[in-house]
């Protein structure tokens, strides 16, 4: 187990709809990661949350957007959803600032019709 | 970013030690190689890292060849449960890990 919980496990929406997906870190995990992995394909990075700032983010739209919360609490938002949505959303925690030996949860598979 | 190249699959014997390859020509001195695997619907999990010198521990040993442009895992003993994709990455300096498409290990019977 590696304390990180994510929700909901599974979820449908539809094209154009938004969703929010939730992550609950380890206590004292100050950084927060989110990942995007489609079928078949390796966990592609989203962006990272160092104490409640983004501090980093990879080749994704601004539809993209998280919040981290001191109660080391996080969510992934997606706007505008489309078909290429798809995909199971990974979240995983570390102690520090660095992204030492990271701490994932098991996700959230998201389809969207 | 340095990026690492992993052969698509590989097959090991029950109980044989199955070596997997890791090709990260492009590290710079202070990059880290890790190691991690993912089962089937369930989160990468975390093996082994390493800068220079080999490691091991309870899980695995990590080798790194002298000029650090590649790596090898070493699973001693693969069971049934090792089946997996094991990930293999250069965490670059801005500290955010990159997966490939890693490779597929199957232990057969």
Known sequence: ?113 | DAKTTQPPSMDCAEGRAANLPCNHSTISGNEYVYWYRQIHSQGPQYIIHGLKNNETNEMASLIITEDRKSSTLILPHATLRDTAVYYCIVLNTGNQFYFGTGTSLTVIP
């Open chain 1, 1 to 113: 187990e590696t304390g990180v919980t994510q929700s909901p496990t599974h979820l449908i929406k539809t094209r154009g709809q938004q969703v929010t997906l939730r992550c609950s870190s380890q206590s004292g995990h100050n950084t927060v990661s989110w990942y995007q992995q489609a079928l078949g394909q390796g966990p592609q990075f989203i962006f990272q949350y160092y104490r409640e700032e983004e501090n980093g983010r990879g080749n994704f739209p601004p539809r993209f957007s998280g919040l981290q919360f001191p109660n080391y609490s996080s969510e992934l938002n997606v706007n505008a959803l489309e078909l290429d949505d798809s995909a199971l959303y990974l979240c995983a925690s570390s102690p520090g600032a660095t992204n030492e030996k990271l701490f994932f949860g098991s996700g959230t598979q998201l389809s969207v019709l």
